[in-house]
């Protein structure tokens, strides 16, 4: 866990000394390069450890120099610096430890299964990690959370490991980048002048959209909308796409235009749907404007669609484990020796119905 602490405030020392003394988590000194960098030095060699790891960084949270030791650190050496990063030695241990294992499962004597993948035959473990992250999230399980966030964290040094071998990029490159796009994007926290706390979340965002327009000055509209048909997933890239054509103005002038258009695209697919002989392409399209102008009417009205689906098909997932809990329970009290037949198949349609309505009761 990572704590801060501004030098400037009083009996800061105290705190860092605390800190020290607690053995957990890392710390960011804030404001202490106006300070005599040996006294500063010697302070910490009072509190810390000879071997505590420390970084200098900039006003912005660029690196001056480091990773470094109270032992080897020589103020007199390096440049100025506004921030002092002070890491647990044990605190990128495990990070560290993961690259090793990662590096020795694709070296010459290492797995035959990791040193086959490739960036390509992985890219379906990066979606199933990250899908069951979302569902430990959800789920609210903590020690699932972690669990599947070292499995997504896994597919991530793989990655960098693969085209490290490549000599592309590497893991600290990855950490790099993203490290200096927080910073660029968040001139409120790291600028000159911050914005002050009564800054409104859309004044936020439109700053964050000017600055990603900034850092791709030649992308169009089209060319973005493009990008998020090709990787993101159906719903979601249809709500991203609309989402940002009505930032440029392409937008209904009030609802009942997006009603009219969830009507027109309906008839048309039902129009399709009876053509005959069918037309399975005509018929997919006329099902994806269909879908593309629910998920318009959902975004007038604040509504995720992917979101409202995934809440769907866990209710009806649950219903129908209620249902078939409902149904198994008196044919096993009068068949207890009925083998592997589904309990449903000797229910009519109507006590079939009847079951569902009291799953449906207990899981509304």
């Not at 318009?296 to 769907?312: E, F, P, S, V």
Request: with cysteine; glycine share 4%; aromatic share 6%.
């Amino acid at each position: 866990m990572l704590q801060t602490l501004d030098s400037l405030e009083p009996d800061w020392q105290q705190h860092l000394a605390r800190w020290s003394a607690a053995g957990q988590g890392s710390l960011l000194l804030k404001s202490c390069g106006k300070k005599d960098p040996a006294e500063l030095r010697r302070f910490l060699q009072q509190v810390c450890a000879p071997v505590q790891a420390l970084t200098l960084l900039t006003e912005d949270l660029q690196i001056v120099g480091g990773p470094l030791t109270l032992q080897s650190w020589d103020p007199q050496a390096t440049g100025s610096f506004a921030h002092l990063y002070l890491e647990r030695s044990a605190s990128a241990q495990h990070l560290s430890r993961l690259a090793a294992i990662v590096a020795q499962l694709r070296a010459p004597d290492g797995c035959p299964w990791d040193r086959a993948q490739t960036p390509e035959s992985l890219t379906p473990y990066i979606l199933e990690e990250a899908y069951e992250t979302v569902a430990a999230i959800r789920a609210e399980d903590p020690a699932a959370i972690a669990e599947e966030l070292g499995d997504l964290l896994l597919q991530v040094v793989l990655q960098s490991q693969i085209f490290a071998e490549r000599n592309h990029f590497d893991l600290e490159t990855v950490a790099a980048r993203i490290a200096d796009k927080l910073i660029r994007r968040h001139p409120h926290v790291f600028g000159e002048a911050p914005q002050s706390d009564s800054s409104s979340l859309s004044e936020l965002h439109r700053s964050w959209e000017d600055i990603k327009q900034k850092e791709q000055p030649q992308q169009t509209l089209g060319q973005k909308l493009l990008h998020y048909a090709e990787s993101l997933p159906p719903l979601m890239a249809a709500l991203k796409i609309s989402q940002k054509v009505v930032g440029a103005g392409f937008e209904w002038p009030t609802v009942e235009g997006i009603w009219a258009k969830v009507r027109e695209e309906e008839a048309e697919l039902c129009r399709e749907l009876e053509r005959d002989p069918p037309d399975p392409a005509r018929q997919e399209a006329e099902l994806g404007d269909l879908l593309f102008a629910l998920v318009n009417l959902g975004r007038w009205y604040g509504l995720d669609a992917a979101q409202a689906l995934t809440q769907t098909n866990l209710r009806f997932a649950r219903r129908f484990l209620r249902l078939e809990e409902l149904a198994r329970q008196p044919a096993e009290a009068a068949l207890p020796s009925s083998g592997q037949a589904s309990p449903l198949q000797r229910l009519t349609l109507a006590e079939l119905e009847a079951l569902w309505q009291q799953a449906k009761q207990e899981h509304p």
